[in-house]
């Protein structure tokens, strides 16, 4: 997802570059890029065999809608989840302590944008253009 809010061509971005740039496989990357599209962060700029472009502009994604396109929900212990039924769950003091835990995080993941993570990466790369080895 950095990758791709981090190109500013129209044409978008082409799987292959995207391995290549982050060092995964095509097929690992066949089933991200599924997911991301399922999930309506990503589409193809114009059809097969073009590359591919975000939905959104990257400061209106964050990174739980990026977590959710793989997860359903974040739950730091089983009993957290939708589904869950525990016999305990009334006279259970850390439940209450996990509950606080998850929400903190993720509101965290929700503060976060891709904006603000393909700013820290725009940085990284200018640092290490700049960068002479010995």
Same mark, same amino acid.
């Given at each position: 997802m950095?990758? /791709? !809010? /981090?190109?500013k061509n129209e044409k978008g971005i082409f799987q292959k570059e995207i391995s290549k740039n982050q060092g995964i496989s095509i097929k +690992? /990357?066949?089933q991200i890029i599924s997911s991301l599209k399922a999930a309506g962060l %990503?589409? #193809? !700029? @114009? @059809?097969?065999k073009s590359g591919y472009l /975000? &939905?959104?502009k990257p400061g209106e994604i964050s990174v +739980? =809608? %990026?977590?959710?396109a793989f997860e359903s929900d974040l739950r730091i212990i089983d009993c957290l989840g939708s589904n869950s039924t525990c016999s305990r769950e009334y006279q259970c003091a850390a439940q @209450?302590?996990? &509950? @606080?835990? #998850? =929400?903190?995080i993720i509101n965290y993941l929700e503060s976060e944008t891709l904006d603000n993570l393909a700013a820290r990466q725009d940085e990284i790369n200018k640092e290490n253009v700049n960068m002479f080895y010995i």
């Open positions: 950095v990758e /791709l !809010a /981090l190109q +690992y /990357l066949d %990503i589409k #193809n !700029a @114009g @059809g097969k /975000l &939905t959104r +739980y =809608d %990026i977590y959710k @209450g302590f996990w &509950t @606080g835990l #998850n =929400d903190q």
